[in-house]
């Protein structure tokens, strides 16, 4: 399978404690991507980097969330002290920057948190 | 500031019934770009179609079509002869400019059962 891959599926985790997701995007994609998404809505944009660069971060990020992509491949969102508001659906999506052209994005599967 | 709205949220047909999902989006920029992505059951984010502002042709892919129409800002997607198999939620989606971030913002997405 060479789509975008996340890791754990699902969680449950209980209020406090720290959750991190694994992303790993598809090969050679150099553009890697969270969402998140609650039931009933549409996935809300959290960040993006460019390589491991982490270039756009979300109001809604707050300073609980860190994202990392050290060497510019697989990437992890840690949540520190999980609130119940955090149960969510969180994406992952990659994308292969042309310039000037316009990218799709590719999406992965979700990794679901629920906060008990 | 960008918006992207789906009025339907709910959608029920019978098979082989051609059924249409609206899309209507707001943006200040000139350069942009439409999606359209289902979501099954399981959670993935499965991309159909990617157009952007400078191209109002409307595109044909199997039963699928999407009639882009710049005057009315609206994106919208039709299936032909549905099937049981095309029951999902399927989300519009705009990103703005070019070479930019691709932040998606979607709309809250409609769901759509086709009955046998």
């Known amino acids: 399978d060479t789509g975008v891959s996340q890791n754990p599926r699902h969680k449950i985790t209980k209020r406090g404690q720290n959750v991190t997701f694994r992303c790993d995007p598809i090969?050679?994609?150099?553009?890697l991507y969270w969402y998140r998404q609650t039931l009933g809505q549409g996935p809300e944009f959290l960040t993006y980097?460019?390589?491991?660069?982490?270039?756009?971060k979300s109001r809604l990020l707050s300073d609980r969330f860190s994202a990392e992509r050290p060497k510019g491949s697989f990437s992890t969102l840690e949540i520190q002290r999980t609130e119940q508001g955090d149960s969510a659906m969180y994406l992952c999506?990659?994308?292969?920057?042309?310039?000037?052209?316009?990218?799709?994005?590719?999406f992965g599967e979700g990794s679901w948190l629920t906060v008990v | 500031a960008q918006k992207v709205t789906q009025a339907q949220t709910e959608i029920s047909v019978v098979e082989k019934e051609d059924v249409t999902l609206d899309c209507v989006y707001e943006?200040?920029?000139?350069?942009?770009?439409l999606f359209w992505y289902k979501q099954p059951p399981s959670g993935e984010l499965v991309f159909l179609i990617r157009?952007?502002?400078?191209?109002?042709q409307n595109e044909i892919s199997g039963r699928y079509s999407w009639n882009f129409q710049k005057s009315t800002s609206s994106f919208n997607f039709t299936i032909t002869a549905s099937q049981v198999v095309d029951s999902a939620v399927y989300f519009c989606?705009?990103?703005?400019?070019?070479?930019?971030?691709?932040?998606?913002?979607f709309g809250k997405g409609t769901k759509l059962t086709v009955n046998p």
């Open positions: 999506a990659s994308s292969l920057d042309h310039r000037g052209a316009g990218n799709t994005i590719y």
């Open positions: 090969s050679e994609h150099n553009r």
């Open positions: 980097f460019q390589n491991e660069a982490q270039l756009e």
């Open positions: 943006t200040r920029d000139t350069t942009y770009y």
């Open positions: 157009r952007n502002s400078f191209d109002e």
């Open positions: 989606a705009l990103s703005e400019g070019l070479g930019g971030s691709e932040k998606l913002v």
